[in-house]
């Protein structure tokens, strides 16, 4: 069976979200260290324009999206399950908080505390890639304010134990706790000095016990590689439909996919399948040939092309 290829970076909050559900389910895996910023000319033939981080690649299918590699994850391993019983709506729609409303909590408190001595060209790519929303000067005017949301979200993440529970969804750790995870570990790792976890103390447990999980086997792996590993497999067979999907498109029918937040580069492909948690296209590139690209439902907007 193909290898579990995941494209990142260390410093990515989603790429360590994955890290750790990785290691979760004891997957052995391989990493190729991607750039922070455009141009990312080895992801692009893969994914065909989605450029955001993390990307997952098994053989010919590529996964955009930590939610979306959580699932493929869950369908292909479930012997450790991300998703246990009573999990599925309730893990998914605290996790979908997690990774936008908490994310940029945290993203707003590091780069306006610490925007002034990061790259220009990060700086540059971020504004760009958010359409002005990532934007350092307007964080650190805003800190009180940012800062005083992320106090409020903070507080809620160390009352959700008051009942003695070990997780944030039950007794074991599940999807919800490792999206809550990926921007705790930013705002630990990033602004330790803010001190945010000092009226935390249940939270810097649960913390300690994410950490503990850890990123099981991986191996680094050259974009090269990973290149030749997708042009000498074949792409999945899909049987995914959804005859009654709002947007009425067809298999068989030309696509175009972005998310629908940040990070909007569109995806064009042909339709695959498409039901009310997944979208799959097939598209062809002249450096790995035929490839299925997979995407969340939830946050992305596909239009005829
Ligand atoms: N919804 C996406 C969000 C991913 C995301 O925002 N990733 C950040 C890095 S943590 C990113 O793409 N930054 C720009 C880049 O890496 O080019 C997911 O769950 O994977």
Redesign the pocket.
């Known amino acids: 069976m193909s290898e579990i290829i995941l494209h990142q ?1 260390p ?8 890290r750790l559900m990785l290691g979760f389910k004891g997957l052995p895996w391989r990493a190729v260290d ?5 141009p ?1 000319p080895d992801l692009m033939p893969l994914t065909g324009g989605y ?4 990307v997952m690649q098994i053989g010919a299918d590529i996964f ?6 959580a699932r493929e994850l869950e369908r292909r391993y479930p012997s450790i399950p991300l998703f246990p019983e009573g999990t599925h709506g309730v893990g998914r729609m605290l996790g979908a908080w997690a ?2 409303v908490l ?1 940029f909590d945290v993203v707003g408190t590091v780069f306006g505390t610490h925007g002034d001595s990061a790259p220009k060209e990060l700086k540059e ?2 504004y760009r ?1 958010s359409d002005g929303m990532i934007d350092l000067a307007r964080y650190k005017d805003d800190q009180a304010h940012i800062r005083s949301q992320l106090q409020a979200h903070v507080f809620w993440l160390e009352h959700s134990f008051d009942d003695g529970r070990e997780y944030f969804v039950g007794r074991k750790p599940s999807y919800t706790d490792f999206c809550v995870y ?1 921007s705790m570990w ?1 705002l630990m790792n990033r602004v330790p000095e803010l001190g945010f976890f000092s009226e935390a103390p249940r939270l810097r447990g649960w913390l300690e016990r994410m950490a503990a999980i850890g990123h099981g086997m991986h191996r680094p792996m050259d974009a090269k590689e990973a290149l030749s590993v997708a042009h000498a497999a074949q792409p999945d067979t899909i049987s995914v439909s959804n005859p009654d999907s709002p947007v009425g498109l067809q298999p068989g029918t030309r696509v175009s996919v972005s ?1 629908d ?3 909007k580069d569109p995806v064009l492909g042909y339709l695959l399948g498409l039901n009310a948690q997944r979208i799959v296209i097939r598209r062809g590139d002249p450096v790995v040939g035929e490839v299925n690209v997979h995407f ?1 439902r939830a ?1 992305f907007r596909i239009v005829p092309a």
């Open positions: 970076y410093q990515s909050p989603f790429a360590e979200k994955v991607i750039p922070r910023w455009m990312k450029r955001k981080t993390p955009c999206d930590s939610a979306c590699i990774d936008s994310f790519d971020r890639f990926a930013m998310a937040d940040y990070g969340p946050g």
